[in-house]
């Protein structure tokens, strides 16, 4: 079973900056895609960004310039950068993974990101 493992949100204020990262605990998981969806409360479940190994990236239009993710395929991990934060991006973050053999997902425990304004 793989298990992703989440780490950096945190409390920050509105225009700061926190940086997310995602490990899968397989090192011979083989990635085909890794991204983040976020959800608020009593708000469903939305995608953020996404890339695939070979670094296509998409991005929901609300985090678009302000937002990166990228991915070192080497260390099975993926990182999100987030910029410019505004209090609407409070949320939980969740981290997936999509194993490339079986198309699989996998998903992490989530972090919280809280923005005050």
């Known amino acids: 079973q793989v298990q992703l493992a989440e780490s950096g949100g945190g409390l920050v204020q509105a225009g700061g900056s926190l940086r997310l990262s995602c490990s899968t605990s397989?090192?011979?998981?083989?990635?085909?895609?890794m991204g983040w969806y976020r959800q608020a409360p009593g708000k469903q479940r939305d995608l953020v960004a996404v890339?695939?190994?070979?670094?296509?990236?998409n991005y929901a239009d609300s985090v678009k310039g302000r937002f990166t993710i990228s991915i070192d395929n080497a260390k099975n991990t993926a990182y999100l950068q987030i910029n410019s934060l505004k209090p609407e991006d409070t949320a939980v973050y969740y981290c997936?993974?999509?194993?490339?053999?079986?198309?699989?997902?996998?998903w992490g425990q989530g972090t919280q990101v809280t923005v005050s304004s």
């Open positions: 997936y993974a999509i194993e490339a053999r079986t198309l699989s997902w996998y």
């Open positions: 890339i695939t190994s070979g670094g296509d990236t």
């Open positions: 397989r090192s011979s998981f083989s990635i085909h895609a």
